[in-house]
């Protein structure tokens, strides 16, 4: 090989680019979120259900709030009604974060998991929640 | 043609997987088996054309110079465009590589009114850098599907991508662009009859392939949602050596995940490995010091040959014998 030494520092930077993701994992628990739902406001509920069936909450969660938004802030239409006929009075502070009070169990552990950083808490006032332990603090933003 | 064709695979790769998930359920096939086979196939093939590529000697010195070369001290030299350092030709390389330099210079000839015209022509460039660096920030942000936690300068990333906050989720400006450059990067071969003409079916088939995987991307993440945390889950199986397939995953991750694989495989066997052929265009990577230091064809082989005072002892007395003339008696 001609340039060997060149080449051969190339490829180890090419490899050390492509195999990333595996040698930075190694060793790492592979643990998916859990995200609670143990809060006072659920416990209460007669059925433990969400606005809408889980699955969908689980993948379109973010689609409903920003339909729920256009529909507050733009058409000034404040119910909402689910797709079981229920009503509910759209409102990300009051409805979805009444019943999810526990904002850093349960949306955080998602969000810090999947690095999403949804930058509605710059204005919306996230739910008081009691202090939790600094090590956990740090993982909120 | 070729068009045509590539448009067609592109297609039907896309039906394969839908088939593949959705009625034969191969999650595992799709999900697992295809992606660790792209990925070796990727890494191993870049290694071996590299390789081959290192193994070819350059039997001449060819840089390619644009601008003035080293000379006498009072004639400034263009260290950049005409390097005779080292240090030169890294700066030139890092021009090509980061900014395309080469193609910047690029010029179009027109028939106007009978007469031949030039002119700049910067889309090209313009087009390209957008494209691949568009590209480049989305495999970036692909790294949070790869990494627990996730480094912390992909939340920066986040935030100037999506610096426009529309929608949510958010939308990000560089998947766009993306897909805008890719297009018209096929609407140039299309359009413009000289680049139509040179077309072949290796040009196609990467920009529709490209296109296939932004297009499902973008559908994914703000159309047909799916489950973010499973796909998580999955990708960090496949990176931790443990692969899983979390139930509920959508038929389009599915056939994003399997274009995407595609195209790694594609990738080394392809013009799209010019990724690391770049690094080895000798017209770029040279320096222009041929008037200092003497280039060896490493062809070379030691010739055999026949020195004057060999022949002169060969053939001394036949020489002296028909009068011609000799240097030693």
């Known amino acids: ?141 | 043609m070729g068009a045509l064709f590539s448009f067609v695979a592109v297609i039907l790769l896309i039906l394969l997987a839908y088939v593949g998930v959705e009625v034969a359920g191969m999650q595992p096939i799709f999900g697992i088996v295809i992606p660790y086979a792209a990925v070796l196939t990727f890494i191993a093939g870049v290694i071996y054309r590299v390789i081959k590529w290192g193994r070819s000697p350059i039997p001449f010195h060819i840089p390619t110079t644009c601008g003035q070369q080293k000379s006498l001290p009072w004639i400034k030299q263009n260290k950049l465009e005409n390097p005779s350092s080292s240090t030169g030709v890294i700066g030139r390389m890092a021009l090509e590589v980061f900014l395309f330099r080469s193609l910047f210079r690029l010029s179009k000839s027109e028939l106007r009114d009978g007469r031949l015209a030039y002119g700049s022509d910067k889309w090209l460039w313009l087009a390209g850098m957008a494209f691949h660096w568009s590209f480049l920030i989305v495999l970036l942000r692909h790294i949070r599907f790869f990494a627990t936690p996730v480094p912390s300068y992909l939340n920066l990333l986040e935030s100037l991508d999506g610096f426009l906050q529309v929608g949510v989720p958010r939308l990000f400006m560089t998947g766009i662009i993306l897909l805008l450059a890719v297009t018209y990067l096929l609407l140039r071969r299309f359009y413009i009859p000289q680049v139509r003409y040179i077309s072949l079916t290796s040009d196609y088939i990467p920009l529709f392939l490209i296109m296939a995987v932004a297009s499902t991307g973008i559908l994914m993440r703000y159309f047909f949602k799916v489950d973010i945390v499973g796909v998580k889950e999955l990708t960090m199986g496949l990176v931790s050596f443990n692969p899983t397939i979390p139930k509920g995953i959508g038929v389009i991750f599915y056939i994003h995940i399997f274009l995407i694989s595609i195209l790694f495989a594609y990738f080394p066997f392809s013009k799209l490995v010019h990724m690391g052929g770049v690094f080895l265009s000798p017209t770029r990577n040279l320096a222009n010091n041929s008037r200092m230091v003497r280039h060896i064809n490493p062809w070379n082989y030691p010739v055999k040959f026949h020195s004057y005072e060999e022949y002169e002892e060969e053939f001394r007395k036949k020489m002296k014998d028909a009068g011609i003339p000799v240097e030693k008696e």
């Open chain 1, 1 to 141: 090989m001609y340039d060997g030494g060149k080449i051969l520092f190339g490829i180890l930077i090419f490899l050390a680019f492509v195999t990333f993701p595996f040698y930075n994992d190694i060793g790492k628990a592979n643990v998916k979120p859990e995200p609670k739902i143990d809060t006072p406001e659920i416990q209460k509920l007669p059925q433990k259900k969400c606005v809408e069936p889980k699955a969908f909450m689980k993948a379109e969660h973010m689609k409903l709030l920003n339909e729920w938004r256009d529909s507050a802030v733009r058409d000034g239409n404040r119910v909402y009604v689910a797709s079981d006929g229920k009503r509910y009075i759209i409102s990300l502070q009051n409805t979805c974060m009444r019943c999810h009070s526990n904002k850093k169990e349960f949306c955080d552990k998602c969000h810090n998991y999947a690095e999403v950083n949804p930058y509605c808490w710059d204005c919306h006032i996230a739910p008081k929640e009691a202090k939790i332990a600094p090590k956990e603090a740090k993982n909120e933003y």
